[in-house]
């Protein structure tokens, strides 16, 4: 078996080395939640050439995964188990055609872990 010889480079000067190859090694936290973001949350790239929009959407993408982080922690499901139980989640809407009211109805809860722990969040 031979061993491997592994090399970093970086423009940081007043770092260890032990740092830089720790920072590289947590790498994987990062390309994990691209992948929740492409994957669970569909976000997917723009084609914006505005600074502002450009910042707009990283932050809208950035929240979804602090969101969908938070709720991992909390409900101790995965994002992608969350997200297909909130899907089934019906609100309609009822309009009165005599007075323009609006009333929302929205369909309970089915009795599932997911949906109690969610439930126990928001209420």
Not at 53 to 58: E, F, N, V, Y
Not at 95 to 107: M, S
């Amino acid at each position: 078996m031979k061993e491997g010889i592994k090399g970093y480079y970086t423009n940081l000067k007043d770092i260890s080395p032990q740092l830089i190859i720790a920072r590289y090694h947590d790498l994987w936290h990062v390309e994990k939640a691209f992948r929740i973001a492409k994957g669970d949350l569909q976000a997917r790239p723009i084609f914006a050439r505005k600074k502002d929009m450009i910042k707009t959407h990283l932050l809208i993408v950035f929240v979804a995964l602090c969101i969908s982080k938070s709720l991992e922690l909390e409900t101790g499901y995965s994002i992608k188990v969350i997200k297909k139980n909130i899907f089934h989640i019906v609100d309609i809407t009822f309009i009165d055609k005599l007075t323009k009211q609006e009333f929302v109805k929205r369909q309970e809860f089915p009795d599932s872990d997911v949906f109690s722990k969610i439930k126990e969040l928001y209420t």
